[in-house]
């Protein structure tokens, strides 16, 4: 062997001192190249990370919220409302509910507010009687009608005492949570110096806690008592446009597959159809907006806010994605069960029908779920059609004034109290994203039981 | 209301129909005779289709005119002197007659003409409702007696149902196309609204944008160049996809190539989660974590860098498009043949020499495609811009200042009360339509590649 290595000429062995000399150099590089890929993956999830780790840390301390618990004296000298109305004998029932009407009228213009804030003082030192303004902001403004609705709906509470357990304002909330610079001086807190002695006594009495936020998925959003702002609303109008993107896309986009996949033949207006839903599937959901704004809204006549128009937009951005998936699965069914099918007698649609659909069930589930989930966190088409606009209420129907969930997000993070309001954004983003990742899990799940191999 | 329970009422008929013509085959059949063609359910499925597409395209049509050409009859019915009036004022009183009709009260008093109006309204309302559930009754007991009759044993109904069920798929694909055409011919019909104010010469090349609020005459219409707010677009596009492309490309490389099955199987569900987050969520990461962080940094090194700027968009964007870039170049680096790496290692290359000089060229143009549908999707891009750029649609070239797109220009115009006439709002579409082809030009081109690209290699 010796002897062989000896006569190699002298080129091929310089040759290959070249490639050994330059093998450190090469490798230095191959090492390089790797932990460049390496710390592009690390860079990559630690995106994921960071994202999810500061929606958390902002979001989950917002689910709690800072109350105040009260013995709250329904006094009668305050609440001067007469017993409610009963039913006379002879009354006709439009009559009772007329008279029912008034006395709620009247339990309306009762002075709830004084009952908290005597409930409030009860617990402060006397000097703050003559401060009835700052204590009576201690609470958010919204639970006076709380009060109210409890009388509505036992009257004989008025003359007793109720312990009550109040939503505080949400500036006490910042101020307990700490997240406000407490070094700042007075004229840039909001609290004034008085307000936040009263909650540290009320906080050393023990009557200041954290509760769990239920006002945040009970209540609708609200202006004048932003502690008490909740997604209530902005739910529903996302259901409602959920269940109008299911009921419309599902059947539409699975017909068309059907036909693209089966039964069209291949000319130029398949063609045209094809390329136009690749298409469609990247076009920007702003557009969509601008469609929505433009035919439903302004030609149609639609009302603006509307889930129905919401959910006709997200129809319209949902069903290339649903139509793609679904002939994917289509095609992933193999031929032989058709031809079976076909063998036997049955027609192509019956083939289609009672063969070939059935087994495409799980995988057309799964892409509807993953299209429905994106529709669910889409903003921008849904700000031209008018959804942004500010609604108190809980839509009854889908033609009713409303908000979506990422809509809500949107108005929240613009919010001028931003040391509340970034919390309450993060929870919402919670929210969002739990739903999202429940309708994810739910397609994962169902794609790893019914999957078929062939 | 009433119109949909006439619907529900035509819905449950419609399952008598398919009872009746079910029936009447297994009669046939059992009667004896010739073998029926098709399956009863064929038989009663064609029946009701029969009865029910006539009564429910009457339906459908009463439901689309019916409002018009009622308003059309009472307008003709209305003094002479209320009919000279300009039609927005009449279109505003033939409104309130209609609230009269439906009962509701309107403001001020109602004139003597306006009550008749209403009570001619009310009576036409209730004569139309009236015929339409004559015309569709007749119609159904039209079609269930053609349909009774002509069901014969020899009858093929399993081919005509058929026929019915495939134009019902056709015309359910068609939807596609017809979105696109709404698209197009929505956005053009407005945007030459717009350009009915504003010279498109003024809008596709001024350098200004300052659309002022106020609709009097059109000297006062203000600035609406489209440069500065395209200028803005491309520039964040740039820095987004300057983020983007080497993380992605890179994780796509590694994971592709270099990982481990159990590496892999991990990192690229974890990367898709970042594709699945609303961009919403993704804004209000820009404003609350990048912005202040990017702003911090430039205050310690001296640099004045806004907390809002095309600087945190951009990088923002950029982590977003991460996993769109690297799954993309992931398909397609997987799809270079494996002889090609073969040649490569047997000539003695390192795997990273083979990646450069082998897999990597040989993947270039699908790799641009991925990268050309990466940067339509920056394009079109809304919520992060609308929250992180700042808004300020001035033609300057630092990124480090704020800076505005086209998509928040779109959504700045038409928030809150939309009105159709004025340019304020009409820009939007001419800023949409911009919008569209310049993502439909980049998408198609991009489609055109990567197809090309699966073909050279199956």
Known sequence: ?454 | MSIWWLVIVVLAAMGFAYQSGAAKSRKLAAAGGAKLHSLPTHYGALVALWCGIPALVILLLFLAFEGDLIRAMVASGLPDQVRALPSNQLAGILNRVESLASGYGVAGSVEPFEAEAAAQMSQLRTVGNLALIAVVAAAFVLGLATALRRLTPRLRARNEVERVVVIALIACSAVAIVTTVGIVLSMLGEAVRFFQFVHPFDFFFGTVWNPRFSTVGAGASGGYGLLPLLWGTVLITIIAMAVAVPIGLMTAIYLSEYASPRLRSLAKPALEILAGIPTIVYGFFALTVVGPFLAAIGAAIGVEIRATSALTAGLVMGIMIIPFVSSLSDDIITQVPRAMRDGSFGLGATHSETIRRVVLPAALPGIVGAFLLAVSRAVGETMIVVMAAGNAPVLQANPLQAISTVTVTIVNQLTGDIDFTSPQSLVAFALGLTLFTITLGLNIVALYIVRRYREQYE
């Open chain 1, 1 to 454: 062997m010796s002897v062989a290595t000896s006569d190699l000429p002298e080129t091929r062995s310089s040759s290959a001192e070249k490639v050994r000399g330059s093998l450190a150099r090469r490798h230095a590089a191959e090492r390089r190249f790797k932990a460049i890929g390496m710390l592009a993956v690390i860079l990559g999830l630690s995106f994921v990370a960071i994202l999810f780790a500061t929606v958390l840390r902002k979001g989950v301390p917002a689910f709690w919220q800072t109350t105040v618990t009260l013995p709250v004296h329904f006094d009668p000298a305050v609440v001067k409302v007469p017993p409610m109305p009963a039913p006379q004998a002879g009354q006709s029932p439009a009559a009772y509910q007329e008279e029912l009407t008034a006395w709620r009228t009247m339990l309306a213009g009762a002075n709830w507010g004084r009952l908290i804030e005597n409930a409030l003082l009860a617990e402060l030192p006397p000097e703050a009687a003559s401060r009835r303004r700052d204590v009576q902001r201690l609470v958010t403004s919204s639970e006076r009608f709380r009060l109210r609705d409890m009388v509505e709906r036992d009257p004989g509470i008025i003359g007793q005492t109720v312990t009550v357990t109040l939503l505080a304002d949400a500036n006490v909330d910042i101020w307990m949570k700490g997240n406000v610079d407490r070094s700042l001086s007075d004229a840039q807190l909001a609290l004034n110096p008085e307000q936040r002695r009263y909650v540290d006594i009320l906080n050393e009495r023990g009557l200041i806690q954290q509760s769990f936020a239920k006002a945040l998925f009970l209540n609708v959003d609200s202006r004048s008592s932003p502690a008490s702002a909740g997604l209530a609303g902005a739910f529903v109008g996302s259901l409602f446009m959920m269940l109008i993107v299911i009921v419309l896309s599902v059947p539409i986009g699975v017909a068309a597959a059907i036909y693209l996949e089966e039964f069209a033949p291949k000319n130029r207006l398949t063609d045209l159809i094809e390329i136009n839903i690749n298409n469609l599937a990247a076009v920007p959901s702003i557009v969509f907006g601008l469609l929505g704004a433009a035919v439903f809204i302004n030609w149609i006549g639609l009302p603006l806010s509307a889930p129905l128009v919401g959910g006709l937009v997200l129809t319209l951005m949902t069903l290339p994605t649903i139509i793609i998936t679904t002939r994917a699965t289509l095609r992933a069914i193999p031929p032989s069960i058709r031809s079976a099918a076909v063998g036997l007698g049955a027609s192509r649609v019956q083939t289609v029908a009672h063969h070939v659909l059935p087994l495409a069930l799980p995988g057309i589930l799964t892409g509807t779920i993953i299209g429905v989930a994106q529709a669910l966190g889409e903003t921008a088409p849904l700000l031209l059609i008018g959804m942004s606009a500010f609604v108190a209420s809980v839509p009854a129907t889908p033609l009713d004034q409303s908000t979506a969930l990422p809509v809500q997000i949107y108005l929240w993070q613009g919010n001028e109290l931003r040391n509340f309001f970034e919390g309450r954004t993060s929870a919402a983003i919670i929210v969002l994203l739990s739903l999202m990742i429940a309708l994810n899990a739910l397609a994962i799940f169902l794609r790893r039981r019914f999957e078929r191999r062939w």
